[in-house]
């Protein structure tokens, strides 16, 4: 089993709705969250850190369950320009993260 | 601030021959990592360095890997020698050790080995 798992998609969705990916963790000890936004042929960038209350910033959504080992990435309003592959990681001990496959969101007009 | 600096960005290379790739992280950034990315295996870590120190370098795929950081400037990953199964976006990216931070990556280097 993979430390982080995520559904690789590709979600197909028009401008304007909401998505939701969502992500586990096997690792109950992991310290820290993210997700990281990669584009085609690009590095990934670091979207949003998740907290454990749960954190917003603009259309995007973070929540985190450590009970269940869950994280989750809610995007309202879709842009086209949303569309890119979103990374879920975890930060363990010594400062290492580790990253998941990666789920593909594609808007469309 | 500059960001992460890479290079080459890309480099295309024969069967057999050494290549080298270059890294130059954030300034005061004290953590350093080495990962490579392909289609089928994603994002994978080679090796990170803390303080200049290697500190895990389990994922270096064999022994034609190797990686270095005489400074807190400066890294390079050396594949010696080089096979087309190499070919990959290898990334680099640097943090600080403590907190809750994540990476910042370079734009890395696209290596195909023909």
């Known amino acids: 089993r993979k430390e982080v798992e995520q559904d690789p998609g590709p979600f197909n969705v028009p401008e304007g709705a909401t998505v939701a990916f969502n992500c586990t963790y096997s690792?109950?000890?992991?310290?820290?969250f993210f997700w990281y936004r990669q584009d085609c042929r690009k590095e990934p960038k670091l979207l949003m850190s998740?907290?454990?209350s749960g954190n917003e910033d603009g259309r995007f959504t973070a929540q985190l369950n450590r009970a269940s080992q869950y994280i989750s990435l809610l995007i309202r309003d879709s842009k086209l320009s949303d569309s890119a592959t979103y990374l879920c990681?975890?930060?363990?001990?010594?400062?290492?993260?580790?990253f998941g496959g990666g789920t593909r969101l594609m808007v469309k007009p | 601030d500059a960001g992460v600096i890479q290079s080459p960005r890309h480099e295309v290379t024969e069967m057999g021959q050494e290549v080298t790739l270059r890294c130059k992280p954030i300034?005061?950034?004290?953590?350093l990592f080495w990962y490579r990315q392909t289609m089928m295996r994603g994002l994978e870590l080679l090796i990170y360095?803390?303080?200049?120190?290697?500190?895990?370098d389990s994922g270096m795929p064999e022994d034609r890997f190797s990686a270095k950081m005489p400074n807190a400037s400066f890294s390079t990953l050396k594949i010696q020698p080089s096979e087309p199964r190499d070919s990959a976006v290898y990334f680099c990216?640097?943090?600080?050790?403590?907190?809750?931070?994540?990476?910042?990556f370079g734009s890395g280097t696209r290596l195909t080995v023909v």
């Open positions: 998740v907290y454990s």
């Open positions: 360095f803390n303080n200049n120190v290697p500190i895990d």
């Open positions: 990216a640097s943090s600080w050790i403590a907190g809750g931070y994540g990476y910042t």
């Open positions: 990681v975890v930060k363990n001990a010594g400062n290492m993260l580790t």
């Open positions: 300034s005061g950034h004290n953590s």
């Open positions: 690792n109950s000890a992991s310290q820290s």
